[in-house]
């Protein structure tokens, strides 16, 4: 099969993966942790310890607070300080729990051998529990918790599980890294979760701009020998590792306005994920650690690292180990230069999903004044969905709510190829993510309304 | 030839005939009823349509008003008093007259108070800037100085102050319509009672934090200690969150809570003299050492009963 990649719109940064041939460092512990607990998408975690309670490495720390939700565990051994609101990255108030750190002592029942296990289970609900204990989201970027995903809805069965190796966010370098490094393991962790779906077949995506990660992944692949397991090599184009990007790009399918993946067939889950879903089930690991790249724009390359962190490590450790700032350095940034968040607050601290703190420069970051829309198009012909980022700017500023869900505001992914590729710099994404956030409500609004109506129809229906 | 032109005068006429009596059927039998009085009332309206009297523009106001049985849950912030009591006199309602609002800032956290952290240069919408952080200063709950309120208002009532980068209400054009606080993602605008000749007094901050953090993040922020709430004689004063809040239908503008707040972030406006704090302090001194003297003898008296 030749090389794939999705068919609507999409733009083509340099791909600048400068810290591609630094091998994963353990990052030393720092003195304290600070564990958040909105580490996922949905609700947050609730604290199941007390300040002066001592922990080991790997112990629960906190369960889910509702269902879509995730446990979280200590990442280091040692005593809760306390348990207050700090600042997250974004200077936002969240819950975290403060753990002074004393020595290393691990929970005895993790297995932290480097033996590969590749024997599977073969009980799928034992399987699902540990994932679900071991708290493991999706480290693609939305950290939506592994074990939803992993349990189609009734009615719906998963025709292909696709493993997303694309990392199409130019400078990121984590999961190269572990593909490179690790790739028995992700190719173990993608059986497991074949097993949990019913044996569908597995697809690895991976960008055509990492030949040493197809290689290895493909002799690993070969080595281990599961069935229906291939790698697929994808084109260079951004956002290949968008969810609906990927599905398109491999299965020719197109998940509807609305829809989820699953409606599909398709389950998608990111390499890094695959990894954690390996030391969750065959090692007893929970996820407490992931790999964070340190790197920039006109950063030399010894400066630059790929790094295993523990969670909840402050960012600002992380960059002191790191070498401190570098002076080119004008914006901060976790998380890729598309759709990556500025640091405005560097004591804020690392999360299951951080993947990078990037250095980028003045010219790099600097946003250009706006202009006018000058109608060219190049917003519409990049947008990966098929929207048209120039009218939904419009219509959220006449604040037409109708004809932006009729424009289908709410189907925009975020990814940032309209505000990339728009020469008169206008913020398309900005103004969009309103628009659809507003979209969004009215929604849930309607179908709450709708729902309670249906409600009160069957108690009259019951009462006659 | 002279026969046709009859001929067709006459189906002419005819069929005019016709149709003006099917026309004038037509114009009876679906004829709409409306209350002449929403024309009458609409008149009486300033025409703004705002809509900050809940309703989609003056008309539709108009025609809820003469719908509704009474005017009590009706008022037309730009019109007023004088409005109303014309719209009343129109339907044979009684208005209550209602003191005038207008829109206050409640953040005080100037760019000298609150230094900035760090630097903005997204799209200019305090919206977009909301929806990605807290801001660029230490405060999460202050100002973010865009501009969506100055936008929002239709009748130039707002400004941003350079100086400051905080909005500045006008407030001879101010109509307390409403429209700034709706806009205002951080909620920081409220309406509140004009005040005898414009007098009142407000806590100028919303940060929720506690005392140290607030202190850290703006010198003008409340902080939380409660200072206010216990001079208060009028029981006008909460302190939820870490932030007092003053009640303006309670409070009877004696200006002792502004002399007390150890952060200035309480502000009284318009009052004809300058704020003296020393002597309000001496004031509520003196008045703490009489309430103690009282005390004293009430307790030696009941002592004196018992004994």
């Known amino acids: 099969m030749g090389k794939l990649t999705f068919s609507m719109g999409g733009v083509h940064p340099h791909d600048s993966k400068f810290s591609r041939a630094c091998a994963i460092e353990e990052l030393p512990l720092p003195q304290t942790v600070y564990v958040s607990m909105a580490q996922h998408l949905g609700a947050p975690a609730k604290p199941l310890v007390a300040p002066g309670d001592k922990v080991v490495v790997g112990q629960v720390i906190a369960e889910p607070g509702g269902f879509i939700s995730a446990f979280v565990h200590s990442p280091v051994s040692g005593t809760v300080k306390t348990i207050a609101p700090r600042k997250d990255l974004a200077g936002n108030s969240v819950m975290h729990v403060e753990i002074a750190v004393e020595g290393d002592e691990w929970d005895p029942a993790i297995d932290r051998s480097p033996a590969l296990v590749t024997a599977i289970p073969d009980d799928k609900a034992a399987i699902l529990d540990k994932i679900k204990a071991a708290g493991v ?125 699953i409606d599909v067939g398709a389950v998608v889950q990111n390499v890094a994920t695959s990894l954690a879903v390996y030391e969750a089930v065959q090692k007893n690991k929970p996820l407490i650690t992931n790999v964070l790249t340190i790197t920039g724009d006109q950063l030399p390359v010894e400066r630059q690292h790929n790094y295993l962190f523990r969670i909840g490590i402050p960012l600002s450790y992380i960059v002191e180990q790191a070498g401190g700032i570098p002076e080119t350095a004008a914006k901060l940034i976790s998380g890729g230069p598309m759709m990556g968040k500025a640091i405005s607050n560097l004591d804020a601290t690392t999360v299951k999903g951080s993947s990078s703190v990037l250095y980028l420069s003045e010219a790099a970051t600097r946003r250009q004044p706006e202009t006018n829309c000058i109608r060219c198009g190049k917003c519409a012909e990049a947008c990966p969905m098929g929207l048209e980022p120039f009218l939904l700017n419009r219509l959220y500023k006449a604040g037409d709510l109708d004809a932006l869900e009729q424009n289908a505001a709410q189907d925009c992914i975020e990814c940032g190829c309209c505000l990339y590729s728009c020469p008169a710099h206008i913020s398309l994404l900005d103004y969009i993510r309103q628009a659809k956030g507003q979209v969004m409500g009215v929604i849930r609004a309607r179908a709450a309304a709708a729902k309670a109506a249906a409600e009160a129809a069957k108690a009259a229906a019951e009462a006659k | 030839m002279t026969q046709t032109i009859i001929w067709t005068v006459a189906i002419l006429t005819v069929l005019g005939l016709l149709l003006a009596l099917i026309l004038f059927w037509v114009a009876r039998k679906f004829k709409v009823e409306e209350d002449p009085r929403i024309d009458e009332v609409e008149k009486v309206m300033p025409g703004a349509n705002c809509g900050g009297c809940g309703f989609a523009g003056c008309r539709a106001f108009a025609d809820a008003a003469v719908k509704a049985p009474n005017l009590d849950n009706q008022y037309c912030p730009v019109g007023g008093d004088e409005v109303m009591q014309k719209v009343a006199s129109i339907l044979g309602f009684t208005v209550a007259a209602k003191a005038p609002q207008v829109a206050v800032v409640r953040c005080n956290g100037s760019c000298e108070a609150r230094p900035r952290t760090n630097e903005y240069d997204g799209a200019k919408s305090c ?131 502004e002399a007390v707040c150890p952060t200035g972030a309480i502000h009284g406006v318009n009052f004809p003299k300058e704020l003296d704090k020393e002597a309000v302090k001496k004031r509520i001194a003196d008045r703490k050492a009489k309430a103690a003297e009282a005390a004293q003898a009430a307790e030696e008296k009941k002592e004196v009963a018992n004994g």
């Open chain 1, 137 to 261: 989201v999706g480290l693609g970027g939305a950290t939506f918790p592994a074990h939803v995903k992993l349990c189609p809805p009734p009615g719906k069965v998963a025709e292909c599980l696709i493993l997303n190796g694309a990392e199409c966010e130019p400078f990121l370098t984590s999961d190269f890294r572990i593909m490179v490094e690790r790739p028995k393991e992700i190719v173990v962790g993608a059986a497991i979760m074949q097993k949990v779906l019913g044996g569908c077949p597995c697809v690895i995506g991976i960008e055509e701009n990492k030949p040493e990660a197809i290689a290895s992944m493909s002799a690993a692949v070969a080595e281990l020998g599961y069935p229906g397991i291939q790698v697929q090599v994808l084109k260079k184009r951004y956002p290949q590792g968008g969810e609906k990007q990927l599905i398109d790009a491999v299965m020719h399918r197109q998940v509807k306005s609305g829809g989820l993946p």
């Open chain 2, 127 to 257: 919206r977009v800037k909301a929806a990605l952080y807290s801001g660029d200063t230490g405060c999460a709950f202050g100002c973010l100085g865009c501009g969506d309120c100055v936008a929002a208002c239709q009748f130039g009532a707002l400004s941003m102050d350079p100086a400051t980068g905080l909005p500045v209400v006008d407030e001879d054009k101010c109509t307390a319509c409403g429209a700034c606080a709706k806009a205002c993602p951080k909620h920081i605008i409220e309406l509140r009672l004009k005040g005898p000749r414009g007098m009142r007094e407000f806590v100028s901050c919303m940060n929720k934090d506690k005392g140290p953090a607030a202190k850290k993040a703006c010198a003008n922020a409340c902080i939380g200690c409660g200072l206010c709430a216990k001079t208060c004689t009028h029981d006008a004063i909460t302190v939820t969150d870490n932030v007092a809040y003053i009640d303006f239908n309670k409070c009877k503008l004696c200006r002792e809570c």
